[in-house]
């Protein structure tokens, strides 16, 4: 057997320490990346925790072509049942409101139990539209300052006319940022507020499109639902008392960014001459919009 001579063998024993070496190397770096994945997994998802943030949102408007007198109208509020009192339960709080183009002193605002449901009601012995003029923008001029242009002048009547065509809608939100809970954004009937009292009359299609004067995005998941609206007024034949609610629940966190689920509701009508009655409206529900 023929000796190895000492060069080539310190050689070997060299090339060998070199490879336990960068072998020891890159299983302490596979190991600190593991660490740091690790703790970076952490720092998110405690950063998510951290941040994480569940509200309500509802919106109403209201507008009319013409006045309307002896008015009283019951408007659906988002509620959900509560089994200990055998009731529903608003999530909202009118000291929380916020209102525009209301007329405060002539118009109340309050919420009120109808068998056993909370709606809103709006009342006054006399609702009159407003119009406005149409505001023209004005270009700016190179090294001409914004202040420097003449203020737009504006003027309100309560009929339409050439120099007053935009009706301007009466607008009443309120916000909740502390439900208490993660909102259930993907089946919400039965467990979170909803338009009540209402009925399910159909379902959403993942296509998307037209849904009874509704645009639903492709893909989204829901519900075409009914509520009603007790209204009571005197008005022309020909006016036009004009509707919109809209009410969201929403779940909200920060990782690297910020993300979100949600589900929401909208009803809205056009009531045309005077009411005196219930009138079920129609609307969607869409659910499990966002993130998960």
């Given amino acids: 057997m023929r000796a190895v001579p000492l060069w080539l063998d310190r050689e070997r024993r060299d090339r060998l320490g070199l490879i336990r070496k960068v072998s020891i190397a890159i299983a302490a770096l596979v190991v600190f990346s593991l660490i740091f ?48 009192t055998g009731t529903n339960v608003t999530p909202f709080d009118l000291s929380r409101a916020s209102l525009t183009n209301f007329d405060r002193d002539n118009i109340s605002i309050r919420i009120e139990d109808v068998s056993g449901v909370p709606m809103l009601k709006v009342s006054a012995d006399r609702i009159d539209p407003v119009y406005k003029n149409r505001i023209k923008p004005i270009g700016i001029m190179p090294g001409q300052n914004e202040s420097d242009l003449p203020k737009p002048t504006h003027i309100y009547s309560n009929r339409s006319s050439e120099e007053t065509p935009v009706l301007i809608e009466m607008e009443l939100s309120m916000f909740d940022a502390n439900p208490g809970h993660e909102i259930d954004t993907k089946i919400p009937v039965g467990t979170e507020p909803l338009f009540a009292p209402y009925r399910i009359v159909g379902n959403l299609t993942a296509s998307g499109g037209p849904v009874d004067d509704y645009y639903v995005s492709p893909g989204s998941s829901g519900y075409v639902v009914e509520v009603p609206f007790i209204l009571s007024f005197d008005a022309g034949d020909d006016n036009v008392l004009a509707v919109s609610t809209d009410f969201q629940g929403i779940n909200q966190w920060w990782i690297l960014g910020w993300q979100s689920n949600s589900y929401r509701e909208s009803v809205r009508h056009e009531f045309t001459g005077p009411c005196n009655g219930t009138y079920p409206v129609k609307g969607i529900l869409v659910t499990g919009e966002g993130v998960y």
């Fill in 37 to 84: 994945m690790v703790l970076t997994i952490g720092v998110l998802c405690y950063s998510a925790s951290e941040n994480f943030e569940s509200s309500y949102h509802y919106g109403l408007t209201i507008s009319t072509t013409g006045p309307i007198e002896n008015v009283v109208l019951l408007i659906p509020l988002p509620s959900r049942y509560n089994p200990d």
